[in-house]
């Protein structure tokens, strides 16, 4: 059993679309991550969340603690948002992340 | 600023050597931790550390080995017991109720 399930797996989008990538965990949380990873490998932080929405530029992180589910939305998309984005929730151990398996994101021009 | 920096970014080495993976932070961080992914897959963890000079292994241990001498810096080994090394590795750190923190841009490593 997964800890973390994200969907969709893979998202292709034309460019201005409106994106949205879903998180669900099991798991009991004080805090969740979105991260971004281009293509090369490089990770990226993009939120770090425990309630509540927070947005930065076009990203948009929202977290639903009751229903244990978060979503990240992008408004406008652009193909430099290609990459595949990732949540990750502290176990309630603290010794670990667990991670989805990813969202791979294709913003087509 | 406050950080965790991983380095490098890139790495080549030949089948049977040793190498070892950096990983700093300067946020006062307990915790710190390495993953691995392969293609198509989720990050999966391969040791942490809660405190220095103690590590636990993790889901897939095996072929690495890990150090804790300063709070600052958990290096990762990867060694020549590590039947599939080409990788990418993620080092992140964390606080000890998780309440922060952070992850590294990563290493990609290619064994030839």
């Known amino acids: 059993k997964n800890e973390v399930e994200q969907s969709p797996q893979n998202l292709t989008a034309q460019e201005g679309e409106f994106i949205t990538i879903n998180c669900s965990y099991s798991v009991g949380i004080s805090a969740l991550h979105w991260l971004q990873q281009h293509p090369g490998g490089g990770i990226v932080s993009l939120f770090m969340?425990?309630?509540g929405k927070k947005k930065h530029g076009r990203l948009i992180a929202t977290i639903n603690i009751q229903e244990k589910h978060s979503s990240l939305h992008i408004t406008a998309s652009h193909p430099r948002d290609s990459a595949v984005y990732i949540c990750a929730v502290p176990s309630n151990t603290g010794n670990q992340f667990y991670f989805g398996t990813g969202t791979s994101l294709t913003v087509i021009p | 600023d406050g950080g965790i920096t991983q380095s490098p970014k890139y790495l080549f080495r030949k089948e049977g050597q040793n190498v070892t993976l950096s990983c700093e932070q300067n946020l006062n961080h307990d915790a710190m931790y390495w993953y691995r992914q392969d293609p198509g897959q989720g990050l999966r963890l391969i040791y942490y550390s809660q405190i220095v000079n103690d590590f636990q292994k993790g889901d897939i241990a095996e072929g690495y080995s890990v150090s804790r001498e300063k709070k600052e810096s958990f290096p990762l080994t990867v060694t020549s017991a590590q039947k599939n090394p080409t990788a990418f590795y993620l080092c992140?750190?964390?606080?000890?109720?998780?309440?922060?923190?952070?992850f590294g841009q990563g290493t990609r490593l290619t064994v030839v």
């Open positions: 992140a750190s964390s606080m000890m109720k998780n309440t922060e923190a952070f």
């Open positions: 969340l425990s309630s």
